[in-house]
C-alpha cells in the first residue's frame, strides 16, 4: 500500500509564492517520476512539472521560469516551488508517483490565486 500526502496549498494573492509538498510511504522501493498536475474547475487535468531519479526536469510552458520542481529521495518526498503566482494557477494541484510496480496519486491540494 502506497499513500501520499500533499500540502502547501491555500490562497494567495497574484505575484505570490507558494511551496507544495508531497510525501510518499507505504511500501515503497523504487521511485522513477515524481510529478505534479493541476486541474482547473472545468479543465482537463494536466502537467505542471516533472522530475525523473537523475534529476532531469521538464516543466509545462506555462510556468516555465515561474515554478521550480525538486524532490528528496531519502524523504520520498517531491516540491514545488511557485513564485509570481498568476489567477490562471488555480486549481487542484496533485502529485503522482511512478515506481517499479505502479503509477500512485495524492488526493490534491487546492491553490487559488486571487487578489
Known amino acids: 500500500q502506497v499513500h501520499l500526502v500533499e500540502s502547501g496549498g491555500g490562497l494567495v494573492q497574484p505575484g505570490g509564492s507558494l511551496r507544495l509538498s508531497c510525501v510518499a510511504s507505504?511500501?515503497?522501493?523504487?521511485?522513477?517520476?515524481m510529478a505534479w498536475y493541476r486541474q482547473a474547475p472545468g479543465k482537463q487535468r494536466e502537467l505542471v512539472a516533472a522530475?525523473?531519479?537523475?534529476?532531469?526536469?521538464n516543466y509545462a510552458d506555462s510556468v516555465k521560469g515561474r515554478f521550480t520542481i525538486s524532490r528528496d529521495n531519502a524523504k520520498n518526498t517531491v516540491y514545488l516551488q511557485m513564485n509570481s503566482l498568476k489567477p490562471e494557477d488555480t486549481g487542484v494541484y496533485y502529485c503522482r508517483i511512478q515506481t517499479s510496480y505502479s503509477d500512485y496519486w495524492g488526493q490534491g491540494t487546492q491553490v487559488t490565486v486571487s487578489s
Open positions: 507505504g511500501s515503497i522501493f523504487n521511485i522513477y517520476e
Open positions: 522530475i525523473t531519479s537523475g534529476g532531469r526536469t
